[in-house]
T-cell receptor, first 113, second 114 residues
Framework: NAGVTQTPKFRVLKTGQSMTLLCAQD?????MYWYRQDPGMGLRLIHY???????AKGEVPDGYNVSRLKKQNFLLGLESAAPSQTSVYFC????????????FGSGTRLTVV | GENVEQHPSTLSVQEGDSAVIKCTYS??????FPWYKQELGKGPQLIID?????GEKKDQRIAVTLNKTAKHFSLHITETQPEDSAVYFC?????????????FGTGTRLKVLA
C-alpha cells in the first residue's frame, strides 16, 4: 500500500517552460488536493477535486491547471513557469476530510530559474 | 478573510519536558481541527484531530484541547523525545463547496534537546 505518490521529487525549470506534476493514490479516495508550501506561509490550496472528472479552484490557482481523468490520479500543470512558482508542492487525498484528515505525498521541490 | 494564527514559530524544549503549540482561528463555522507533523524532507502526517463537539482528545503523549468560545485550540506533547523534533501545523476546516477546506497555520518548528 503506497498511499500517495508524487512524481517527480525534484525539478528545475527555466522561466516559460511547462511541466506536469503527477499525484497517484491507491486508497480509493474521492477527494484530492494540490498545495504549495512556502517558507513562513504554511500550506496554501491551489486546486482540488471532489471526485473523478471534477476540479475546482483553491486559494492560489493562478498559473496552474489540473485534471482528474481517473479517480486515482490528480495532475497539476504549469503552462508557463515563473520564478514565483518556485515552491514545494504537496498532493493530498482523503476519504472523509471532515473526519479523518488528509494523507499527504512526500512533495515535489520545484525551482524556476 | 479566514485565517489561522499559530504560535510560537519556533520552540525548543529539553527532552522529557512538555511542549505546547497554540492556534487561533477566525471562522466560527470551523468544526474540524487536525494537527500535522512534518519531518525534514517529508510530507505532513496527521497525528491527532478534534471535532468541535469535543473539548479534549488524547492519544498517548499527545493531546489537543479546543475552546470554541475563544476560537483557539492547542497541541500538547508530554515527555518529549528527540524524535518529536519536527515542524507542526494546525488547521481549521469547515464544509464548503463539496469538501472540507483546510486553512493551515504557518507552522511551529519544535526542537527537543537531548
Amino acid at each position: 500500500n503506497a498511499g500517495v505518490t508524487q512524481t517527480p521529487k525534484f525539478r528545475v525549470l527555466k522561466t516559460g517552460q511547462s511541466m506536469t506534476l503527477l499525484c497517484a493514490q491507491d486508497m480509493n479516495h474521492e477527494y484530492m488536493y494540490w498545495y504549495r508550501q512556502d517558507p513562513g506561509m504554511g500550506l496554501r490550496l491551489i486546486h482540488y477535486s471532489v471526485g473523478e472528472g471534477t476540479t475546482a479552484k483553491g486559494e492560489v490557482p493562478d498559473g496552474y491547471n489540473v485534471s482528474r481523468l481517473k479517480k486515482q490520479n490528480f495532475l497539476l500543470g504549469l503552462e508557463s513557469a515563473a520564478p514565483s512558482q518556485t515552491s514545494v508542492y504537496f498532493c493530498a487525498s482523503s476519504y472523509l476530510p471532515g473526519l479523518n484528515g488528509y494523507t499527504f505525498g512526500s512533495g515535489t521541490r520545484l525551482t524556476v530559474v | 478573510g479566514e485565517n489561522v494564527e499559530q504560535h510560537p514559530s519556533t520552540l525548543s524544549v529539553q527532552e522529557g519536558d512538555s511542549a505546547v503549540i497554540k492556534c487561533t482561528y477566525s471562522d466560527s463555522a470551523s468544526n474540524y481541527f487536525p494537527w500535522y507533523k512534518q519531518e525534514l524532507g517529508k510530507g505532513p502526517q496527521l497525528i491527532i484531530d478534534i471535532r468541535s463537539n469535543v473539548g479534549e482528545k488524547k492519544d498517548q503523549r499527545i493531546a489537543v484541547t479546543l475552546n470554541k468560545t475563544a476560537k483557539h485550540f492547542s497541541l500538547h506533547i508530554t515527555e518529549t523525545q528527540p524524535e518529536d523534533s519536527a515542524v507542526y501545523f494546525c488547521a481549521a476546516s469547515k464544509q464548503a463547496s463539496g469538501t472540507y477546506k483546510y486553512i493551515f497555520g504557518t507552522g511551529t518548528r519544535l526542537k527537543v534537546l537531548a
